[in-house]
């Protein structure tokens, strides 16, 4: 999987794929705690990384298991532009 940083393309890591896709699961998990009344709301999560020389370069998706995208990616998913 590869991404933009400025000018350049770079591959991104096997372990940043991954501590990315925990961010989503962890997030997931606190909000589902935070508030039990609407854990349905919290199923999925995809991240769209943009160009990494940004701050703004991670883009976090967040919906309910009825409302997951079919792009056949698994439950938390890291999109690359």
Request: aromatic residues 14%; contains cysteine.
């Amino acid at each position: 999987m590869r991404a933009k940083y400025d000018a350049d393309t770079v591959k991104l890591s096997e372990r940043f794929v991954k501590a990315l896709k925990e961010v989503m699961a962890a997030e997931v998990e606190m909000m589902q705690k935070q508030n039990p009344e609407f854990a349905d709301c919290w199923y999925w999560g995809r991240c769209t990384v943009s160009d990494l020389v940004y701050l703004d370069a991670f883009a976090f998706q967040y919906g309910s298991k009825e409302d997951m995208p079919e792009d056949g990616l698994d439950r938390f998913a890291v999109i690359t532009l």
